[in-house]
Structure formats: structure tokens, C-alpha cells
């Protein structure tokens, strides 16, 4: 199973948020490495990509009125339905 996320495409990278139950942030340069097998969210050399792919995110975010609010909403929901044994792992 895929764990919950959010995140953009561009030509050039792919930015992805894992959150409920982990949080995590993955980054990939799209054009060095075609299979996206390394995690380069760390690599200092991505430090300027990094900031304008968060604030690009976080624009969307707002523009589509996707929030962490939301996140907690249906996520609570999913908790809800899990307990009541409509949703099974």
C-alpha cells in the first residue's frame, strides 16, 4: 500500500510529501536519475530547488484549498471507518 502523500511534477524534479503516519519528504531530479531510485531532499546541492518546490507546493496548496487541516479531517475520517471495520489493511 502506497503511504498517504501530496506532492508536484516538474519536467525536471518530483516533490513528495509522506504524512500520517510518517513524515517524510522525498525529492528526485528527474533528468539525473530517469528511475528516481535517490532520495536527493538531503543533498545540499538541491538546497535552492528544495525552498522553491516547498513554497511552489505550498501555493497549490492554497490555490486548490488543500490544507493540514484537511489532512487531519480525513485522516480521522479513515481512523473512523478503519475502527468500524469498513476499511480493511
Known sequence: MVKRH????TEK??????YYDIDEWELYDRINDKN?????????????VKKELHQKLAQLRVKY???EILDKKYIEKYKELE???????
Request: aromatic share 22%; hydrophobic share 30%.
Open 65 to 67: 484549498k488543500d490544507s
Open 6 to 9: 501530496y506532492g508536484i511534477v
Open 83 to 89: 475502527g468500524s471495520g469498513k476499511i480493511f489493511k
Open 13 to 18: 524534479y518530483k516533490f513528495v510529501h509522506f
Open 36 to 48: 528516481e531510485m535517490k532520495n536527493v531532499y538531503n543533498d545540499p546541492k538541491y538546497a535552492t
